[in-house]
């Protein structure tokens, strides 16, 4: 095959006056420039803090504590305990998935850059563009099912300290909206957002450690290794433990979700092809330890099982721990673990939504692209996608008033979603060959291609699966309403797409002023190979 070259220059790199253009710019901005963008946002994260925001938006024991007495209907301890390791092992395919695409092609657009740049050039600019929506409703319906869980446990210790008070939905639909509120206040400040992701990481640790110490220390007596590892519950109505176990992962499944986060500020650490594949690994890592021993501290806890299930609390979780403490006080007081954690679960999950609504919005994929994808030259946070996507957190909120089984079928919605975004750039790497692309640090050969074919399969199983109704018989108040979460964002993105996108939507072409002959290839004059941008030819 002839092997053309395509030049990543902002301009054609031919001529004296436009090396000019590359003078002064570092390693980092060079190969931004060279992918057609400009350094926008300064670059304030350190490996850590880029950590810290992966795994405290990923967050896998706390997510755990949210959904732990939820999976035990579909299986009981096994679901929890084995869920957990099966899925950590698929996220490890997702991750060394995504970090490979991150080390050859680092870009804050993460996978709706990638599927543009990878995909047929016949078919790039729409592949890319779905991807992109698919990515941003994702982390919507993510930050939602954060709140809401935050929410829940906030008005669920208010209800254990005051036993009188009954829970309504309008309840927990205030504390939602304020909580997403408060956490919107942390993300419009750029230079402080590095610093609030390692703080969160501590958090996140800090508080996994008191409770795995204190509730089994506490607790007046304990479960055996026999229920912890070998008891099955199925009270979903499925006749088959089959059906039930799967329905069931989803719960352990949400507890590894969101691993793309690192890649998006890409464009905010120096090194990001090293950097980001450290963050994500190290996310899928902590996130396995982390929720596995989590489980099994909590289910040697377990006191009574029914009495979870009928707290007026509506946190199982908080009813755990009164029941291990035998203290009101001392149940919210590491409720209060929960809740903090998961305060720096959703900052963490705004920083996320913001990056991709604005570099989604830098290359025309959003109505109203030019207002969100303005950077703010004082604050450094793209302010205006930052605001849009927390506004529509609050309009999503309010979906719980009317349907509280509707709102749960984004949380499957959030996971399905992601990993559609991941699968569509991975498809086309696959289509065109792994080894057409130049590889960054981070590359594993064989295991890589692996990798690849365990998310496409795991994506067409989740995309099934999950939209089976999780309890039968069926009825509208427990249905499984995913689907319909798919058909709305879908007819959205086509109806944008003929609306709008189709001739706003900025591929290749627009992004390199019509050079767009091949590979990725040709470093500008008078740069190093180290100053270069990752290349293919097609």
Same mark, same amino acid.
């Given at each position: 095959?002839?092997?053309?070259?395509?030049?990543?220059?902002?301009?054609?790199?031919?001529?004296?006056?436009?090396?000019?253009?590359?003078?002064?710019?570092?390693?980092?901005?060079?190969?931004?420039?060279?992918?057609?963008?400009?350094?926008?946002?300064?670059?304030?994260?350190?490996?850590?803090?880029?950590?810290?925001?992966?795994?405290?938006?990923?967050?896998?024991?706390?997510?755990?504590?949210?959904?732990?007495?939820?999976?035990?209907?579909?299986?009981?301890?096994?679901?929890?305990?084995?869920?957990?390791?099966?899925?950590?092992?698929?996220?490890?395919?997702?991750?060394?998935?995504?970090?490979?695409?991150?080390?050859?092609?680092?870009?804050?657009?993460?996978?709706?850059?990638?599927?543009?740049?990878?995909?047929?050039?016949?078919?790039?600019?729409?592949?890319?563009?779905?991807?992109?929506?698919?990515?941003?409703?994702?982390?919507?319906?993510?930050?939602?099912?954060?709140?809401?869980?935050?929410?829940?446990?906030?008005?669920?210790?208010?209800?254990?300290?005051?036993?009188?008070?009954?829970?309504?939905?309008?309840?927990?639909?205030?504390?939602?909206?304020?909580?997403?509120?408060?956490?919107?206040?942390?993300?419009?400040?750029?230079?402080?957002?590095?610093?609030?992701?390692?703080?969160?990481?501590?958090?996140?640790?800090?508080?996994?450690?008191?409770?795995?110490?204190?509730?089994?220390?506490?607790?007046?007596?304990?479960?055996?290794?026999?229920?912890?590892?070998?008891?099955?519950?199925?009270?979903?109505?499925?006749?088959?433990?089959?059906?039930?176990?799967?329905?069931?992962?989803?719960?352990?499944?949400?507890?590894?979700?969101?691993?793309?986060?690192?890649?998006?500020?890409?464009?905010?650490?120096?090194?990001?092809?090293?950097?980001?594949?450290?963050?994500?690994?190290?996310?899928?890592?902590?996130?396995?330890?982390?929720?596995?021993?989590?489980?099994?501290?909590?289910?040697?806890?377990?006191?009574?099982?029914?009495?979870?299930?009928?707290?007026?609390?509506?946190?199982?979780?908080?009813?755990?721990?009164?029941?291990?403490?035998?203290?009101?006080?001392?149940?919210?007081?590491?409720?209060? !673990?929960?809740?903090?954690?998961?305060?720096?679960?959703?900052?963490?999950?705004?920083?996320?939504?913001?990056?991709?609504?604005?570099?989604?919005?830098?290359?025309?994929?959003?109505?109203?692209?030019? !207002?969100?994808?303005?950077?703010?030259?004082?604050?450094?946070?793209?302010?205006?996608?930052?605001?849009?996507?927390?506004?529509?957190?609050?309009?999503?909120?309010?979906?719980?008033?009317?349907?509280?089984?509707?709102?749960?079928?984004?949380?499957?919605?959030?996971?399905?979603?992601?990993?559609?975004?991941?699968?569509?750039?991975?498809?086309?790497?696959?289509?065109?060959?792994?080894?057409?692309?130049?590889?960054?640090?981070?590359?594993?050969?064989?295991?890589?291609?692996?990798?690849?074919?365990?998310?496409?399969?795991?994506?067409?199983?989740?995309?099934?699966?999950?939209?089976?109704?999780?309890?039968?018989?069926?009825?509208?108040?427990?249905?499984?309403?995913?689907?319909?979460?798919?058909?709305?964002?879908?007819?959205?993105?086509?109806?944008?797409? !003929?609306?709008?996108?189709?001739?706003?939507?900025?591929?290749?072409?627009?992004?390199?002023?019509?050079?767009?002959?091949?590979?990725?290839?040709?470093?500008?004059?008078?740069?190093?190979?180290?100053?270069?941008?990752?290349?293919?030819?097609?």
């Amino acid at each position: 095959m002839e092997e053309e070259q395509l030049d990543y220059g902002i301009k054609h790199a031919s001529s004296e006056d436009n090396v000019i253009e590359y003078k002064g710019l570092d390693d980092d901005a060079l190969k931004l420039a060279e992918m057609g963008y400009t350094q926008d946002m300064k670059r304030n994260f350190s490996v850590l803090s880029i950590l810290g925001v992966g795994f405290s938006l990923t967050n896998s024991w706390w997510a755990i504590s949210a959904a732990l007495v939820t999976g035990i209907n579909s299986g009981g301890p096994v679901l929890i305990i084995y869920g957990i390791m099966l899925i950590a092992l698929i996220s490890v395919c997702v991750g060394v998935s995504l970090s490979e695409l991150a080390s050859a092609l680092p870009n804050a657009g993460g996978q709706y850059f990638w599927a543009n740049e990878l995909a047929p050039r016949k078919y790039a600019k729409f592949a890319s563009y779905l991807t992109g929506w698919f990515a941003w409703a994702g982390s919507i319906f993510t930050s939602a099912s954060v709140a809401l869980g935050v929410a829940a446990a906030m008005v669920g210790c208010w209800q254990l300290a005051h036993p009188d008070f009954v829970i309504l939905p309008w309840h927990t639909f205030v504390a939602y909206e304020l909580t997403n509120v408060f956490c919107f206040l942390f993300n419009c400040y750029g230079r402080i957002l590095p610093s609030i992701g390692s703080a969160a990481l501590y958090t996140s640790l800090i508080s996994f450690f008191v409770i795995l110490v204190i509730v089994p220390a506490k607790a007046p007596t304990h479960q055996d290794a026999k229920f912890v590892f070998t008891n099955f519950v199925n009270n979903t109505g499925w006749a088959s433990n089959g059906i039930a176990f799967i329905v069931g992962l989803i719960n352990t499944n949400y507890a590894f979700a969101c691993l793309d986060c690192a890649t998006h500020l890409a464009e905010e650490v120096h090194r990001p092809e090293k950097m980001i594949p450290i963050a994500i690994m190290g996310t899928v890592a902590i996130g396995f330890v982390t929720s596995w021993f989590f489980s099994i501290s909590m289910f040697f806890s377990m006191q009574d099982l029914d009495g979870l299930f009928s707290s007026e609390t509506g946190v199982p979780i908080l009813q755990l721990f009164y029941q291990a403490v035998a203290s009101k006080a001392g149940a919210i007081v590491l409720e209060s !673990f929960i809740i903090t954690t998961g305060i720096g679960c959703l900052i963490a999950s705004h920083t996320w939504q913001s990056r991709l609504c604005w570099s989604f919005a830098r290359d025309g994929g959003l109505p109203f692209s030019a !207002f969100l994808s303005h950077v703010h030259p004082m604050l450094d946070v793209p302010l205006q996608a930052h605001l849009v996507s927390c506004v529509i957190v609050a309009i999503v909120g309010c979906l719980y008033l009317g349907s509280y089984t509707a709102f749960n079928s984004m949380i499957t919605a959030c996971i399905v979603l992601l990993y559609i975004s991941y699968s569509i750039p991975v498809l086309c790497l696959l289509y065109r060959g792994r080894s057409t692309i130049r590889h960054g640090p981070f590359w594993t050969g064989s295991f890589g291609l692996f990798c690849n074919i365990v998310l496409l399969v795991w994506t067409t199983f989740t995309l099934v699966m999950y939209s089976f109704p999780t309890v039968q018989p069926v009825e509208a108040g427990n249905m499984n309403y995913v689907s319909a979460v798919y058909a709305v964002v879908s007819g959205i993105i086509v109806t944008d797409w !003929f609306a709008r996108g189709r001739g706003g939507y900025r591929g290749q072409d627009k992004r390199r002023g019509g050079d767009v002959s091949g590979g990725m290839s040709a470093a500008p004059p008078n740069t190093t190979a180290a100053g270069a941008g990752s290349s293919y030819s097609r």
